[in-house]
């Protein structure tokens, strides 16, 4: 097989050995998980090798595909009582959650008829939410699939719980965290002056070995480069203003960069306003995950102010004033930065507590973006 392959690639003079699609393409592919689904379904046919492989992959691909649009979860609380209010904190959310409460004695024919009513209300295609105990997860597997499941305890808020869930959800939805397919991780890294956020960058860039930009680097570097964006960024400067849609362009240009496309990225000091975050979205380098650091101001202009060194008293005052204006324009902007955000449906924004060690938030940030520790 090899020698005819070998012949075949000689005589084609190899133009078939490799396929270069275009990065928008690849980007369409990515978000409809394309590739998933291909591979998922191949899987089925190696394994069934079906006669009729026309009717088996028209019976199968609709399946397959609602795999990974529609996301599932199945909750195990501990007491009837926080059933009761974890589903009023679901109904008052601004997302609709079909959620199920299952009862013990479930039946097969429960959840044919469960099935039926879901697509009479419409709501088959909606992300599920079931709530029960071990018990009744054994038969409803049989006829849900369940992307993630969670035993919830007692002191766990609910809140935290509704956190969770939503966003573990947007999460899956974006990125599946298939078995055999990857992609590079695309990641944006928010929060306050003070808060961490490049120390933590830097330590999730090198976790998932992808690659770490910077904004406020990149201008730096063309501004001394004098390159066409340094003469721009110079004009810019005259008149004191970098406009978002020139900063933008900057960014766009070292995110599809080969390395960038190839391993995936973290982006720090951007978007930094409404402003950005459309222009940013009307590009081909969209992040897939918005990482917001939640940290107070106490606990930033303490972890920021407090490196200090002997007998550089002006070089302190310099850098509380420029802290303060930061922290004064991070507050200004950055509500309005995340409602443009939350309104993108390609990013799942997801919310760690910066004010909690930095081991700490390492492990939040592992748990809550499926990061495997062996990593």
């Given at each position: 097989m090899d020698i005819l392959l070998d012949k075949f690639l000689n005589e084609t003079r190899y133009s078939y050995r490799t396929v270069y699609y275009p990065t928008d393409l690849m980007l369409y592919f990515e978000k409809h998980h394309i590739f998933e689904i291909i591979f998922d379904l191949m899987i089925m046919l190696q394994k069934d090798r079906p006669l009729n492989t026309e009717q088996y992959i028209a019976e199968h691909i609709v399946e397959i595909s609602k795999k990974y649009n529609q996301i599932n979860t199945f909750l195990s609380l501990e007491d009837n009582e926080k059933t009761e209010r974890l589903l009023q904190t679901f109904q008052r959310s601004d997302q609709y959650y079909p959620v199920i409460e299952l009862q013990d004695s479930l039946t097969t024919t429960f959840f044919e008829?469960?099935?039926?009513?879901?697509?009479?209300?419409?709501?088959?295609?909606?992300?599920?939410?079931?709530?029960?105990?071990?018990?009744?997860?054994?038969?409803?597997?049989?006829?849900?699939?369940?992307?993630?499941?969670?035993?919830?305890?007692?002191?766990?808020?609910?809140?935290?719980?509704?956190?969770?869930?939503?966003?573990?959800?947007?999460?899956?939805?974006?990125?599946?965290?298939?078995?055999?397919i990857t992609y590079g991780q695309r990641i944006v890294l928010l929060g306050r002056p003070g808060c961490g956020k490049h120390r933590v960058g830097k330590w999730l860039a090198e976790k998932l070995n992808i690659c770490?930009?910077?904004?406020?680097?990149?201008?730096?570097?063309?501004?001394?480069?004098?390159?066409?964006?340094?003469?721009?960024?110079?004009?810019?400067?005259?008149?004191?203003?970098?406009?978002?849609?020139?900063?933008?362009?900057?960014?766009?240009?070292?995110?599809?960069?080969?390395?960038?496309?190839?391993?995936?990225?973290?982006?720090?000091?951007?978007?930094?306003?409404?402003?950005?975050?459309?222009?940013?979205?009307?590009?081909?380098?969209?992040?897939?995950?918005?990482l917001v650091i939640d940290a107070d101001e106490s606990v930033c202009r303490r972890r920021k102010l407090s490196r200090r060194k002997c007998g550089q008293v002006k070089a302190d005052c310099w850098q509380r004033m420029m802290f303060e204006t930061e922290l004064h324009f991070f507050n200004i902007s950055h509500p309005r930065t995340l409602v443009a955000l939350q309104k993108q449906q390609s990013c799942a924004v997801i919310h760690i507590d910066g004010n909690r060690s930095y081991s700490n938030i390492q492990k939040l940030i592992m748990d809550k973006l499926i990061i495997k520790k062996s990593l």
């Open positions: 008829a469960l099935n039926d009513k879901l697509r009479y209300l419409k709501l088959q295609d909606k992300h599920i939410i079931m709530l029960g105990d071990r018990k009744t997860l054994t038969l409803a597997k049989k006829h849900f699939h369940f992307h993630q499941t969670m035993y919830v305890k007692n002191e766990k808020s609910l809140q935290k719980t509704y956190s969770f869930v939503t966003e573990r959800i947007k999460l899956l939805q974006i990125d599946p965290h298939h078995s055999a770490l930009v910077s904004a406020a680097d990149l201008v730096a570097q063309h501004e001394r480069n004098y390159d066409c964006f340094g003469k721009a960024l110079d004009c810019g400067s005259l008149e004191n203003v970098h406009t978002s849609e020139l900063i933008t362009s900057i960014v766009q240009h070292r995110l599809l960069q080969p390395d960038c496309i190839q391993s995936g990225w973290i982006l720090l000091d951007f978007p930094n306003t409404a402003d950005d975050v459309t222009n940013m979205f009307q590009t081909m380098a969209v992040p897939k995950i918005v």
